[in-house]
């Protein structure tokens, strides 16, 4: 049985390369791509791959949806519109003008960091006496990303042997073979859901394999898999799981995952004023080999010849540890109230009160990291924190009526399980991009938890703080409220909060509803959590044209 929730080892052990930081040169067809060509020059194939079938509408209608449709890179690779969010939450898919019931039934998660995230599992949780699960991609976890645990909930697992013909433990892969066997996973497997899902892309397999095929773009599938790709009714398939995991690749990229965010940049800041083997002193580098410490340290975008530089002496604590000296104090105090479960640790400069914390002074935190914090005892300091355990958990959000054809709460894990003891229970997503609009779009509504209800990181902090109506003061709604709006205060904030859509295992009452916060101090938790949204700039490929389909008799 897994041991820990989240492993550094395991993220930092993907390929670091920048497979999209050099331009690949077009060929005219699929034949002249069939030349040798090293691992590396396979690899960056592959990721070029992903990234023109991503933003590609494949769908039937032609041309209406891609997975930027859902997944747009400007909005933190969620949900791209503000008036979607506002209201109905679940995005309209490729059929929606002609069928208003072809739309999903919950908020696009980001894709963003999603490769990131470890194969559903039972593991070992320190704090409580039984094991819980992790893990696996879409809200409930389905996509397992490994031998299913749950078959009759999980979707369909994509192995080695799929999309190469050799088995995961072969002793002689070559890198492009390993490099494929660490894109397999939850992300591979989610890929291949959304092009035939009715109320996404709503195509087919072998419409998707002869898209490609005729896409200006073929020749890359070409280059990365060594043959041409085939639509046969023998080979569609394989061909399908192949583009599946060539979306993986894109997704596992630098361009999808940067780490680019103020509080990134802040931190890089300072790791480049110390030696590796200061670096190693860490908390989070305590227990790791140097080699995994180096490959965390490449994924964040560090060379060994980047660290060990002259800097002026850090006026309070430590290079590398909170609090940051490239944030903001307001950010800072954020920070550790993000990161206290109990009280706020002595030292900490509170900016709400302008004092410093002593033991005679106490400060609640606010728990966040309960949920939203890759290990248990993470500090927040670790280069590829994604603010998620990945677990699933209820913390009574209210049910979203304005998702069309919704009259209860979504059973969550349960809908994969078929456990009872699992319905409302959530998979934590990463914080990464949370506050992420458009540029220029100040007024930009973003929508919060699956069911959307939260339309600002104020109101859903607010919750957190003071969702326990028996003794935060803040108090139960009319069975009339059940809208953020409706239950808007003069304040800007929610003035009662509707019941729990469900209350099966809920955290009011046990880690939020009553922190005894000041409003002061939710600003500040939501001022850090801004630091988050990546500042690197996405663009897009360019429109892929087809050639008209042509079909032999024999698939006629």
């Known amino acids: 049985m897994t041991t820990t929730t989240f492993r550094a080892s395991a993220i930092a052990g993907a ?138 909930g999980a979707t369909e697992h994509i192995y080695l042997a799929d999309v190469l013909g050799v088995t995961e433990d072969d002793p002689d892969l070559t890198l492009f073979e390993q490099t494929v066997r660490g894109y397999l996973g939850p992300v591979a497997d989610q890929a291949l859901n959304p092009f035939t899902n009715p109320v996404e892309q709503n195509t087919r397999e072998k419409g998707v394999c002869r898209h490609v095929e005729r896409g200006d773009y073929a020749h890359l599938f070409a280059k990365a898999w060594g043959e041409p790709i085939i639509c046969s009714n023998a080979t569609y398939r394989t061909s399908f799981k192949r583009i599946a995991v060539a979306l993986a690749a894109y997704q596992d990229s630098p361009e999808v995952n940067s780490f680019s965010s103020r509080r990134d940049n802040a931190l890089r800041a300072e790791l480049t004023c110390m030696s590796l083997d200061e670096i190693k002193a860490l908390p989070w580098a305590g227990n790791l080999e140097q080699g995994e410490v180096e490959s965390i340290l490449s994924r964040f975008g560090l060379a060994p010849d980047d660290l060990g530089a002259s800097c002026a002496e850090k006026q309070q604590g430590e290079f590398g540890r909170f609090p940051l000296a490239m944030l903001t104090e307001e950010e800072n105090w954020g920070h550790d109230l ?27 935190g606010a728990r966040c990291v309960a949920c939203h914090a890759n290990n248990p005892g993470d500090d927040g300091s670790e280069p590829l924190q994604t603010y998620a355990d990945h677990a699933y958990h ?163």
């Open 15 to 152: 390929v670091t390369l920048s497979v999209l930081a050099s331009a690949l040169s077009l060929m005219p067809s699929q034949a002249e791509a069939n030349v040798a060509l090293d691992d590396s020059e396979r690899i960056e194939a592959l990721t070029e791959l992903g990234k023109r079938v991503f933003f590609d509408p494949i769908s039937q209608p032609r041309g209406e949806q891609s997975c930027s449709s859902c997944h747009d890179p400007s909005t933190g690779w969620t949900g791209p519109s503000s008036a979607v969010n506002e209201v109905e939450v679940a995005m309209p898919g490729a059929a929606f003008h002609h069928d208003p019931e072809a739309r999903g039934g919950l908020r696009p998660p980001t894709n963003a960091y999603a490769t990131l995230i470890p194969p559903f599992a039972e593991v070992e949780n320190p704090f409580l006496p039984f094991p819980i699960l992790v893990g696996g991609a879409f809200w409930d976890g389905r996509a397992e990303g490994d031998d299913p645990l749950y078959p009759d």
């Open 338 to 364: 993000f990161y206290s479960f109990g009280p706020v640790p002595a030292g900490a400069f509170n900016s709400c009160t302008k004092t410093v914390i002593t033991a005679d002074n106490p400060k609640p």
């Open 394 to 556: 209820n913390i009574g959000a209210p049910v979203n009526y304005e998702i069309p054809g919704v009259v209860e709460s979504a059973l969550g894990l349960a809908g994969h399980t078929g456990e009872e003891a699992d319905i409302g229970l959530i998979k934590t997503p990463t914080l990464r991009n949370v506050a992420k609009a458009p540029d220029g779009e100040p007024d930009f509504v973003k929508a919060y938890l699956s069911n959307g209800w939260f339309k600002s990181l104020e109101s859903l902090v607010h919750f957190y703080n003071t969702s326990d109506v028996s003794s935060s003061g803040v108090p139960r709604c009319a069975d009339d409220i059940v809208t953020e709006a409706q239950a808007m205060g003069a304040d800007g904030l929610p003035a009662c909060w509707p019941a729990p859509g469900h209350t099966n295992a809920i955290s009011i009452g046990f880690v939020t509803g009553n922190l005894g916060l000041s409003s002061c101090d939710e600003q500040a938790i939501v001022a850090y959590l801004r630091t988050f949204d990546d500042q690197r700039v996405v663009e897009r490929p360019p429109t892929t044209s087809t050639r008209p389909e042509r079909r032999s008799r024999t698939e006629r």
